[in-house]
């Protein structure tokens, strides 16, 4: 008879967890409620302060709930953009260990963007469109400030996302933005890069304006791909002078 493995014992702070959580999915919890005191949940679930402590730690990394010092804790409303921000500090981790991670985020990234800008040249509104314009034009009057310009090319595409009306496209838009925001910084310092983004962005807004799907991801593919070569420009550079050369004849 093979042996077979033992029922591990569950930790305390574990069984408090699930049983708060299951009262906040529940809506006995709602958001902005404050949850028992940590005396009262001692009582409530005949455990210690160390198991409660522990609980509401974990709810609070999870973005569930808020601890403020002197206060109870409570409830917060569960959005797209706090659930991409618990995998934040994860996925900068996935990018820096590994350059083939890049890679995939990249490659996520266009199969991600060129969906939405479709998605944004069926349902803009002439509301939207007016937007996402001045956006366009944001971006023209900042030129000359490095800083500026990287914030609102970020915005550019964040208002495409939000075109949609779904908030998750927006805030994996956002926290695309955020993953790969250290790799993009270096390729404005190629000459001549923020016009030719520019011009990209012109065709893109111009695709979404006529309400022509195919033309808006044409013209992001088109922009995604230049980018995307940019970037192995610049790791190459940081490689070494001879990478450097190389990449320097690639510019066209």
Same mark, same amino acid.
């Given at each position: 008879?093979?042996?077979?493995?033992?029922?591990?014992?569950?930790?305390?702070?574990?069984?408090?967890?699930?049983?708060?959580?299951?009262?906040?999915?529940?809506?006995?919890?709602?958001?902005?409620?404050?949850?028992?005191?940590?005396?009262?949940?001692?009582?409530?679930?005949?455990?210690?302060?160390?198991?409660?402590?522990?609980?509401?730690?974990?709810?609070?990394?999870?973005?569930?709930?808020?601890?403020?010092?002197?206060?109870?804790?409570?409830?917060?409303? =569960?959005?797209?953009?706090?659930?991409? *921000?618990?995998?934040?500090?994860?996925?900068?981790?996935?990018?820096?260990?590994?350059? *083939?991670?890049?890679?995939?985020?990249?490659?996520?990234?266009?199969?991600?963007?060129?969906?939405?800008?479709?998605?944004?040249?069926?349902?803009?509104?002439?509301?939207?469109?007016?937007?996402?314009?001045?956006?366009?034009?944001?971006?023209?009057?900042?030129?000359?400030?490095?800083?500026?310009?990287?914030?609102?090319?970020?915005?550019?595409?964040?208002?495409?996302?939000?075109?949609?009306?779904?908030?998750?496209?927006?805030?994996?838009?956002?926290?695309?933005?955020?993953?790969?925001?250290?790799?993009?910084?270096?390729?404005?310092?190629?000459?001549?890069?923020?016009?030719?983004?520019? *011009?990209?962005?012109?065709?893109?807004?111009?695709?979404?304006?006529?309400?022509?799907?195919?033309?808006?991801?044409?013209?992001?593919?088109?922009?995604?791909?230049?980018?995307?070569?940019?970037?192995?420009? =610049?790791?190459?550079?940081?490689?070494?002078?001879?990478?450097?050369?190389?990449?320097? *004849?690639?510019?066209?």
């Amino acid at each position: 008879m093979s042996a077979i493995d033992p029922i591990p014992r569950r930790k305390l702070s574990q069984e408090v967890l699930d049983r708060l959580l299951a009262r906040i999915s529940t809506g006995d919890y709602a958001p902005g409620d404050q949850l028992p005191s940590e005396r009262q949940l001692m009582e409530m679930f005949q455990v210690g302060r160390p198991a409660i402590r522990e609980a509401m730690q974990t709810l609070a990394h999870m973005g569930l709930v808020s601890i403020t010092h002197g206060e109870r804790a409570r409830v917060t409303p =569960v959005t797209a953009e706090k659930l991409i *921000e618990q995998v934040g500090g994860s996925a900068r981790h996935f990018l820096a260990t590994a350059p *083939e991670n890049l890679e995939h985020l990249k490659e996520a990234r266009l199969f991600f963007e060129v969906g939405m800008v479709r998605i944004a040249a069926e349902r803009a509104t002439e509301a939207d469109i007016d937007r996402l314009g001045w956006r366009l034009h944001e971006q023209r009057e900042s030129m000359d400030d490095r800083g500026q310009f990287l914030a609102r090319d970020m915005a550019f595409h964040r208002e495409i996302a939000a075109i949609s009306g779904n908030p998750i496209y927006a805030a994996v838009a956002q926290a695309m933005f955020d993953w790969m925001s250290a790799y993009y910084v270096n390729l404005l310092r190629a000459p001549g890069m923020e016009m030719l983004t520019i *011009e990209e962005h012109e065709r893109i807004f111009d695709g979404i304006a006529v309400r022509d799907p195919d033309a808006a991801a044409e013209a992001m593919t088109d922009h995604l791909k230049r980018a995307h070569h940019l970037y192995r420009q =610049v790791q190459d550079q940081a490689s070494g002078p001879s990478a450097e050369q190389d990449g320097d *004849e690639g510019r066209g």
